[in-house]
């Protein structure tokens, strides 16, 4: 059924669609109408083509709005994408300055770590030289104290002159027992202090050539001497020798330093003491200690020992050529110690400072008698030779003194001869 009406439906649209078609053929032919009716369509036409255009710009600015809104978006999304990028940047820079800044800091607490580090050793090692410089002092002045009494032991009796003093006195006795116990008291305090010095350095090693050394220094003791004098001689060759090694590194070092500093490596080739250190050349002078011993040998005639009358000394001259080995005169030593004391000692207290300070000084004026200008008294000089001489004067002598200087002489009684 509803198939059929939709058939039904067909036919009537198609008879009326026919029908239109007939009646525009019929307005073909009448051309009024057909005026009319084209003038319908092109008003149809134009209606229609403006309202497509319309509907086409109303699209195209519809388009040109939705362009204009998602290039704003895009723009957004530049600028967000800019300004994170940006601050990206910014923290990656404030990140690196951060880093050299924490960098920098630190340099610099290195360096003040570095320098109160550094400044600290400074002032250790002023004080040390301080220390240093006044344990020296303090030692040269106990060798310039010693001195004396070093000259004077070279008085001192022998045997068997010493035994007749000491039985012919008994205070002559215990006073050479005093100073023999004094003396002993003094080496000891000196090496005490020694070995003291030695244990405060950790690179002086202990003990160093110590069988070889007893050896050699046994054989060296005198024969005179004592098993006790034996021990002590011992006990300081080998304290010598613990030291040995340390003092020619020391020396040697200080030697190439002061070459350094003075220039004195420039002209190093031309001179051969320059081409060796300190120790190699006091090992080459003590090979023939010979020469330097018997340098410092005196003679017993030189020196006035107690005991010793001239004829005991005339006697031993022919004896002692090479001199006594028990008489030992260092004077040369020591005044060398003494010029290098006053070279280094401080400034304020040297030589040279003391004759400046002297020079500055306002000089003492001269006694001089101010009223003695412009001739108003006699100048002279006295001559000290002709002072209780003076010229003769004439004087006339009483009538008897001539026979008064007769008698005194006795020209009379040789005149009456």
Not at 29 to 51: K, T
Not at 150 to 161: A, G, K, Y
Not at 315 to 339: C, I, R
Not at 356 to 369: E, G, I, N, S, Y
Request: hydrophobic share 30%; proline share 3%; net charge negative.
């Amino acid at each position: 059924m509803k198939r059929g009406r939709e058939n039904d439906n067909e036919d009537d649209v198609f008879s009326e669609e026919g029908a239109e078609l007939l009646d525009y053929d019929d307005n073909e032919v009448d051309g009024s109408d057909f005026g009319d009716d084209s003038d319908a369509l092109e008003d149809h036409d134009s209606d229609g083509v403006e309202d497509d255009e319309n509907d086409g710009l109303e699209d195209d600015s519809n388009g040109d709005d939705d362009d204009e809104i998602s290039g704003e978006e895009e723009g957004e999304d530049d600028e967000e994408m800019e300004d994170a990028e940006k601050e990206e940047r910014d923290m990656a820079e404030v990140e690196e300055l951060e880093k050299e800044y924490t960098g920098l800091r630190h340099q610099e607490q290195d360096l003040l770590r570095n320098l109160r580090r550094q400044k600290d050793e400074d002032v250790l090692k002023g004080q040390a030289v301080k220390n240093q410089k006044a344990f020296w002092d303090k030692t040269l002045e106990l060798r310039f104290l010693l001195q004396k009494a070093f000259s004077n032991s070279n008085r001192l009796p022998q045997d068997p002159i010493r035994s007749s003093f000491c039985d012919f006195s008994s205070d002559t006795s215990e006073a050479y027992s005093d100073l023999v116990t004094s003396s002993k008291k003094t080496l000891d305090s000196i090496l005490k202090l020694q070995e003291a010095l030695l244990e405060k350095n950790p690179t002086i090693t202990q003990g160093t050539d110590g069988s070889s050394g007893k050896k050699t220094k046994q054989s060296k003791a005198s024969e005179n001497s004592t098993p006790e004098e034996d021990h002590e001689w011992l006990k300081i060759s080998e304290m010598q020798s613990r030291t040995v090694s340390f003092r020619n590194k020391a020396v040697d070092k200080w030697q190439r330093k002061a070459q350094v500093t003075t220039g004195a490596a420039a002209i190093k080739g031309k001179l051969q003491a320059f081409n060796q250190s300190i120790s190699d050349q006091v090992s080459a002078y003590m090979r023939d200690p010979s020469r330097m011993v018997n340098g410092m040998q005196q003679r017993r005639s030189a020196v006035s020992v107690f005991g010793m009358d001239s004829e005991t000394s005339n006697n031993t001259k022919a004896e002692e050529v090479n001199g006594d080995p028990e008489l030992l005169d260092d004077s040369e030593f020591y005044q060398q110690l003494l010029k290098e004391f006053f070279e280094t000692i401080d400034p304020t207290s040297s030589e040279a400072a003391f004759y400046a300070l002297k020079r500055m000084q306002t000089k003492k004026r001269k006694v001089v008698d101010q009223r003695a200008s412009k001739s108003r008294k006699i100048r002279y000089h006295v001559h000290e030779k002709i002072v209780n001489f003076m010229a003769p004067r004439p004087m006339t002598l009483p009538p008897m003194a001539p026979n008064l200087f007769e008698n005194l002489f006795g020209f009379k009684a040789q005149k009456a001869a």
